[in-house]
């Protein structure tokens, strides 16, 4: 592979935008309460969430304020679910069980996902000097047909699934360089996510330059660039892409 840069990107809050798979997944985690104790408040994982995400529920059940004080410092919604059920008593197993439920109704197309405004046009603006990698902790099934709904799926030139974020990045981040000829030149890599710890501070500790999209506050992220939005991340990302020294 030749390439001057390698340009790493997230996928879910990142490059997949919407909230209907985190939800999907809080269902699944209800559910799995549910058939574990009927006396359980239905809906009370999804309130959680909604609250967190900002969108609550309209009849919400009872329960949810003490249980969102399991969710406090969370980073996105996935931890929120993952932290509240094992709070309320749901296992390994079930959780498993229901975020590969919410990644089978995203291969699907059965929820509603969204592409940020302007980035098919970026990727090919880059092409030519960027090597686009996707990297994440998701499974192939849930990734690769998004992408292509999307439109993006011509424009990301490698997808790294079941990556281990964050232990497993500093590997991927290594090869990735190695592959692009670019192993003293930690600047050529950019590193864009949503998560500070899992996607931004291992490329951060090998020298990196990082793009956090901070939808929700990370006061302790040390990002080379923040914005609320990829889209106000553009600027930095083709400025990072046609340096040459």
């Known amino acids: ?15 997949c935008l919407g909230d209907g798979p985190v939800l999907t997944y809080a269902r699944l985690l209800d559910e799995a309460l549910v058939a574990t104790d009927e006396r359980h408040p239905p809906r009370l994982v999804e309130a959680v969430l909604a609250r967190f995400v900002g969108s609550p529920l309209d009849d919400e059940p009872a329960g949810v304020d003490e249980a969102i004080a399991h969710a406090d410092g969370s980073p996105d919604g996935y931890v929120v679910a993952e932290r509240v059920s094992r709070a309320l008593g749901v296992d390994d197993a079930a959780r498993s069980a229901a975020y590969a439920g919410a990644r ?16 098919a046009e970026l990727l090919d603006a880059l092409s030519d000097a960027v090597h686009v990698v996707l990297v994440t902790n998701s499974p192939e099934h849930g990734v690769v047909q998004p992408l292509e709904r999307l439109g993006l799926a011509d424009r990301v030139d490698e997808i790294v699934t079941d ?13 990735l360089r190695a592959a692009a000829g670019l192993e003293d030149r930690p600047d050529r890599l950019l590193s864009v996510g949503d998560i500070w710890a899992n996607d931004l501070e291992p490329a951060a500790a090998q020298g990196s330059p990082t793009a956090l999209v901070e939808r929700f506050p990370a006061p302790d992220a040390r990002p080379t660039h ?20």
């Open 1 to 15: 592979m030749t390439t001057t840069h390698v340009l790493v990107l997230d996928f879910d809050g990142t490059v």
């Open 104 to 119: 089978a109704a995203l291969a699907d197309g059965r929820l509603e996902t969204t592409a940020p405004e302007g980035l």
């Open 163 to 175: 990556a281990r974020k964050p232990s497993g990045l500093p590997a991927v981040l290594d090869r």
């Open 226 to 245: 923040r914005a609320t939005t990829l889209p106000e991340l553009y600027p930095a990302i083709r400025a990072w892409a046609t340096r040459t020294s």
